[in-house]
């Protein structure tokens, strides 16, 4: 075979074997019914691994262009055509040509390893079944009747969950706003897709905090969206890097996450906060405030939102029951001028025809019951207590191999290691011990951090993980 692999090409190898292979069915070059090269000797000879001869034959198999038989190894097909037999989809080729891009292998690798083992999980970013009110909500469930209806309920959601997150809001973030200019969403998640595929356009720049929960999702990347970073300290971002950025990139929106930050559990600074939302003003960039977390607060003080501050109406406010509450319930929402709601809304419904109203009409009572002010007590005191482990495990572990930041509130602790390593050999190395976490890079650009969840496990467990931790990476120091 004449053809050898291009190695500059950002194409994998055996899409461009497959490819050849295919245009020499095409064009004659491999006539029907004649044998190829078996995997092993076409592989030797072009110099690649039999792996990626073995793909580019599956490829073409599924395409229907050749055929594979025990003991007689692989040849055109005879019936190309396909006058005598259906064709199977190339479903690869279909998977990698979708816009939507997936998650970076290294979350998808995360996600496998929490489903199929069982590891201490100090990677997922959800509270733990014993933090759920089940008490409550089952006894809510048993002792009241569904009087809601099961047809599709308002493009915004139902009235009456939106009337009672109005008055949820005011009383707990201090922001005044009326059931119009609030939409119901399959949690934060959606709310954040939405507000990229509706108000963004591909080509446009936003401003994204680094480290950040926001730093690794595809959403961006495959609406076609260009990032700009701005870094994260125990203050939260630096406003005015945001009008250098802005005046260099034009900047069309601004995501933050200001209370108890994911990863790094910072607390955007009230100064901070006031001054953004005067360059917002001044220069015409909308916020969009990501607050899963400003409830948990460790001290007892009130964090302020962005949105309570924002008196233009500059703030697309988000928010969810999925960190307080549980997240299957899958309520979130979003608070913004209403002919921002009613296009959103609009975009939601083309998607789903609006939110389930079982659950909605569960999220209703519950945010109106006295059991929401004892849960929250309860979770807050909870979590309090789980950070301190993690920080008391930390600091006994690894001593002043380890410098992080102690949270004040939220379920994140993001720390970094004083010493050298190999991020992907610590990762499999956790594994291997039964502890996972997320590497640093996923969230940012910075090597040598790591991001501890401390919601998902006990405080024993906690405990053991980060033992379990500890013994990887001092492994990994020894090779």
């Not at 995360?110 to 959800?126: F, H, V």
């Not at 005046?247 to 955007?268: C, S, V």
Request: proline share 5%; aromatic share 8%.
């Amino acid at each position: 075979m004449e053809w050898k692999p291009n190695r500059v090409l950002k194409k994998a190898i055996y899409k461009q074997l497959a490819e050849y292979i295919e245009q020499g069915i095409a064009d004659g070059t491999f006539p029907p019914d004649q044998p190829l090269p078996s995997e092993r000797s076409l592989a030797n000879e072009l110099g690649v691994n039999r792996s990626t001869v073995v793909a580019a034959y599956d490829e073409l198999e599924a395409n229907g262009l050749i055929e594979r038989k025990r003991g007689s190894g692989t040849r055109i097909s005879k019936d190309i055509w396909g006058l005598t037999k259906k064709r199977v989809p190339s479903w690869n080729r279909y998977i990698e040509a979708g816009t939507f891009l997936p998650n970076m292998p290294v979350m998808q690798r995360i996600r496998k390893e929490m489903t199929d083992q069982k590891l201490i999980n100090l990677a997922s970013g959800e509270l733990s079944e014993d933090l759920f009110p089940i008490t409550a909500l089952r006894e809510m469930i048993s002792n009241r009747s569904f009087i809601g209806s099961l047809g599709y309920d308002h493009p915004q959601g139902n009235q009456n969950l939106r009337e009672s997150i109005s008055r949820h809001v005011q009383k707990y973030r201090k922001i005044e706003t009326t059931s119009s200019s609030i939409l119901i969403t399959s949690g934060a998640q959606q709310a954040l897709h939405l507000v990229v595929q509706c108000l963004l356009k591909p080509g446009d720049a936003i401003a994204l905090e680094e480290p950040s929960y926001h730093y690794g999702l595809p959403v961006f990347k495959s609406a076609g969206i260009k990032t700009f970073f701005l870094p994260v300290d125990k203050d939260g971002i630096d406003p005015e890097k945001l009008i250098s950025l802005h005046k260099k990139h034009r900047i069309r929106m601004i995501f933050l996450n200001p209370a108890f930050q994911n990863p790094t559990g910072a607390l955007l600074s009230k100064q901070r906060r006031k001054r953004i939302l005067e360059i917002s003003s001044e220069y015409g960039i909308p916020v969009v405030e990501d607050d899963p977390y400003s409830l948990t607060s460790f001290t007892g003080e009130d964090v302020s939102t962005l949105k309570s501050m924002d008196q233009h109406g500059n703030v697309l406010y988000i928010s969810s029951l999925s960190k307080i509450v549980a997240s299957g319930l899958r309520i979130g929402w979003i608070i913004g001028p209403k002919p921002v709601i009613e296009r959103l809304a609009d975009a939601k419904q083309q998607v789903d025809f609006g939110h389930a109203s079982f659950t909605q009409w569960i999220a209703n009572d519950f945010l109106e019951s006295a059991s929401f002010d004892s849960h929250m007590a309860d979770l807050t005191n909870q979590l309090e207590k789980r950070r301190n482990q993690i920080v008391s495990s930390l600091r006994y572990y690894f001593q002043d191999r380890v410098k992080f930041h102690v949270p004040q509130g939220g379920i994140h602790l993001w720390c970094k290691l004083n010493r050298d390593y190999d991020e992907t050999q610590l990762l499999e190395g956790s594994i291997t011990q039964g502890v996972i976490y997320t590497p640093g890079l996923t969230l940012g650009s910075q090597k040598g951090y790591a991001r501890f969840t401390f919601s998902r496990e006990k405080e024993e467990n906690i405990h053991e993980g980060i033992r379990r931790f500890a013994l990887a990476f001092d492994q990994i120091q020894k090779r």
